[in-house]
């Protein structure tokens, strides 16, 4: 194999995100307690959507255990944190939370669900169908264009973490919304728009991290 051919074998290398009794990693679960929720004035606040642990070689390059968060139920496009303290990541973008809105009727400020805690490793896979799967690491699946976040803070691209998607069976251990007719589902089990994927970024000089989601 030539050294080109080595290099695309690399580009394309992915990792599903597998359920592992044992695995280093996990989706979902309650807030660790050493770890501080930014304030914010979110429709239905951030939601805690696991870890991701730099333990594991594959994460060696990352400047720390990553604990994931996201206002899923809201309708921002991209979230900009800095967590140059891990523990207690800040807002960078959007700058007025409070102006946020959501396509769920159901969800308000005080709106929270949590969903299990479920240990996971990876896997490498030559093919993934996203549809049976919790997530992706490795190269993006994207639903539509590619949209590879800028870092606020020094302008590089910044490198893919992973992409959770909304098909996993990951179910919520406690909700206190009440949905709509027809909307149970969305409250039931973790998913992002509907049927989409959020995809996690990071610039791991500057310690900043990029959420964005897209649907089909």
């Known amino acids: 194999m030539g050294i080109f051919d080595k290099l695309f074998k690399i580009k394309k290398m992915q990792f599903e995100i597998i ?44 400047p720390f255990k990553v604990n994931l968060i996201h206002p899923i139920y809201t309708d921002e496009y991209f979230v900009f944190l800095d967590y140059s303290n891990p523990n207690s990541p800040t807002i960078i973008e959007p700058t007025d939370t409070a102006s946020s809105t959501s396509a769920f009727d159901e969800i308000n400020k005080d709106s929270k669900v949590i969903w299990e805690g479920v240990k996971v490793s990876l ?42 998607g909304s098909f996993s069976d990951i179910k919520s251990t406690f909700s206190n919304v009440v949905p709509t007719d027809g909307m149970a589902q969305y409250f039931e089990k973790l998913n992002f728009w509907c049927d989409g994927n959020l995809y996690i970024f990071i610039e791991p000089t500057t310690k900043t991290m990029c959420y964005t989601m897209q649907n089909t």
């Open 19 to 62: 359920r592992d009794e044992n695995g280093k990693h996990q989706i979902g679960g309650e807030i660790p307690q050493d770890f501080t929720i930014p304030k914010n004035e979110f429709l239905g606040g951030f939601h805690y959507l696991g870890l991701i642990d730099n333990s594991d070689p594959l994460f060696s390059w990352l």
């Open 123 to 164: 896997e490498e896979k030559e093919e993934i169908d996203e549809f049976e799967s919790i997530g992706i690491c490795g190269q993006p699946e994207w639903l539509q264009d590619a949209e590879i976040p800028k870092c606020p803070k020094s302008g590089k691209s910044m490198k893919f973490l992973c992409q959770l």
